[in-house]
């Protein structure tokens, strides 16, 4: 018997609402950034730019092409949106967007140390410059192994395993919407774990070795303007948020989907609530860093809060009438 799998109908309508509400953030964000931005931060600016442009992709697959649905305690992750019939390569881009948005931070990170430092602490601009390859080397061996491992995560035989160790699945389960990330019997699903541990960690590591040499700089230096300093431990506490924002919606609600891995969710609070807020933290994922973003590169006047309010009310309007 054939079993599609369907969001319902009411949680399709909210990732819409959304993500169509995330879209005047958008259109102000790219409007101060390029007109409103100094010129002493344009390579800082354009780096956000890109930050942008990714969590405008990223909002938009989601919540439209893969629209991901999870089946708990079994992991079965399905495809319900456009690309239904893609679930691997909607898996795959959603690494691609996790290895984007790493890269792109841990570069932001390094600009704003080697601006602190001013050409001074070769060792550790060395050694940075060095870990900052080497992450991205790890990243793209994530994405290889990942391909690698496409047979085995939408094998049947896979599929009937873990029906047979996890109890009955829901017929859905087996439709070709869904795979199975980790099957611990093949070595490349166990090195693409492993791998993304590393690879994750190193990130992580080098993001706040980059920070806490930067803060540290910061404070004790007698170089540095009393106005520029606090410009830098502005742009630094920007990261330092953003980070904060991607870990909070993209990698809790895979974390929660990779812990059902080793501890049977079977409570029905997991499976008919768990489920949906976790796919809609990825769908909002963009908007809110967005958001973030506008706040914090902004300074914080009531004219330039005006401004944002404004623009944002114009743009929804205009989309509304459409």
Known sequence: MRCDVHQPIWFKLLLSITYFCGIPLYFCAFYFLINRTSKEF?????????MIIGNLANDTYISFLWLPRFYLPWMAMCSTGLAKNFPFGMLFLNMINLVYSANLIIEMFDQRMKAVLMG???????FVT?????????????????????????????????NATRGPMPCEAFSDQCIFIIDWTNVYCVLLVALTMVFSTNAFA????????????????????????????????????????????????MESFYLAHFID??????????????????????????????ITVLPCSK?????????????LTTKIGN
């Not at 001074?120 to 060395?126: D, L, P, V």
């Not at 993001?207 to 630094?236: D, F, G, N």
């Not at 004219?303 to 743009?315: C, D, F, I, R």
């Open 42 to 50: 344009s390579s800082f600016r354009n780096l956000l730019i890109m």
């Open 120 to 126: 001074g602490e070769s060792k550790m601009t060395r």
């Open 206 to 253: 080098l993001m706040v070795v980059c920070a806490t040499t930067a803060y540290k700089k910061l404070k004790r230096s007698k170089v540095l303007s009393e106005r520029t300093r606090l410009m830098q431990k502005k742009l630094l506490n920007i990261l330092v948020i953003q980070v904060t924002i991607h870990t909070i919606l993209l990698l809790t609600p």
């Open 130 to 162: 060095i870990d900052k390859y080497m992450v991205l080397i790890g990243s793209c061996s994530v994405l290889i192994v990942q391909c690698l491992c496409r047979t085995y995560m939408t094998s049947r035989e896979l599929k009937e395993r873990i």
């Open 265 to 294: 969710l079977v409570h029905p609070f997991w499976k008919d609530y768990v489920v949906y807020f976790n796919t809609t933290l990825l769908g909002m994922h963009g908007s809110m860093c967005t958001l973030t973003i506008l």
């Open 303 to 315: 004219k330039n809060t005006a401004q944002v309010v404004s623009l944002a009310t114009t743009q």
